[in-house]
């Protein structure tokens, strides 16, 4: 098979299967296949099951949840991963200028242009755009748990999440850093944006074998809402309590015993600490 879609129907954008269907159809004929999710981690299955048959492209039809469990499943893979983004934020997406309309993304999928890009991992678990630690973990956690997608409802999360929030410590060991910290996040890039057009680092190269690691110090709302703007317009960098380095691996261990990361979104629970790493040039990616 030369191309098999995986479907998540429960993606946020997703109102009309049969649309997507016909679309299919009309850009690629008869040389398909789709799969249609049916629970959790059901897209990771497929996605293997698609590798060993040795499917040409194995294409994600979703938010960054589904992207995720898609591509995790091509690392090192000769499979060329597509994505046509259909979620919330689609932040993996827009760091590599793909197009969020359905049928242009299906017609760049069918021009087949690839990209080899790096992947990182947080414990293990691999990550494509973004994975954090800290307020943002934290908003991913509550906003997986609410059936209601978007931005609105992920700015409302964020803005109570904020005002609760508690700054425990943590120590992050680099090779070439080695700090105490107690910041609102720690966030490990891949590529520019957690999602939505906000980019927490505008700087980051998904094909430079580094990880970008992007820290906010503690900020009062007020401060937060004045700084919030540049992180849309790519001057992140200008707010006095950002920080950033590139590395190649990174150790962040936390003061509790127990704390919350996400990859790509994705929350997940760390005992103590978690080890980052990059693996460059490792997923195939049709691009424009």
């Known amino acids: 098979m030369n191309n098999i879609f995986i479907i998540n129907p429960h993606s946020g954008s997703i109102k009309n299967k049969s649309y997507l269907f016909s679309l299919i159809e009309k850009i690629f ?5 789709i799969k249609v999710t049916e629970y959790a981690g059901h897209a990771s299955q497929i996605a293997k099951e698609a590798v060993k048959e040795k499917c040409q492209n194995i294409i994600a039809i979703g938010g960054d949840g589904t992207m995720n469990e898609v591509a995790s499943q091509l690392v090192g893979s000769a499979s060329n991963f ?26 760049t999928i069918f021009n087949r242009k690839i990209k080899t890009i790096d992947t990182g991992t947080i414990n293990g678990l691999p ?3 973004v994975a954090g630690i800290g307020f943002d973990a934290q908003v991913a ?13 992920y700015f409302f999360i964020g803005f109570s999440e904020y005002m609760k929030y508690s700054y425990p410590a943590y120590t992050v060991k680099s090779p070439d850093v080695n700090q ?47 700084s919030l703007p540049k992180m849309f317009n790519g001057r992140i960098s200008e ?10 691996s990174v150790e ?3 003061d ?3 704390f919350v990361f996400h990859t790509d979104g994705e929350p997940h629970l760390a005992e103590k600490k978690v080890s980052v790493e990059i693996i460059p040039h490792s997923l195939n990616v049709i691009t424009v």
């Open 29 to 33: 004929s008869s040389s398909y296949e």
């Open 141 to 153: 956690s509550q906003f997986q748990k609410r059936k209601v997608r978007g931005a609105l409802p």
């Open 252 to 254: 962040i261990i936390s």
């Open 256 to 258: 509790t015993e127990e």
């Open 127 to 129: 990550f494509f755009a």
């Open 82 to 107: 597509g994505l046509v983004p259909m979620g919330s934020g689609n932040g993996f997406a827009r760091s590599l200028g793909l197009p969020l309309k359905p049928e242009n993304a299906l017609k």
């Open 239 to 248: 707010i006095s309590s950002y920080s950033n380095y590139k590395t190649k």
């Open 180 to 226: 105490e910290v107690a910041p609102l996040v720690i966030t490990i890039a891949n590529a520019t944006e957690f999602g939505n057009g906000a980019k927490i680092a505008p700087q980051a190269d998904i094909q430079d074998g580094y990880l970008d690691v992007c820290m906010f110090d503690k900020m009062s709302v007020i401060k937060g809402l004045i």
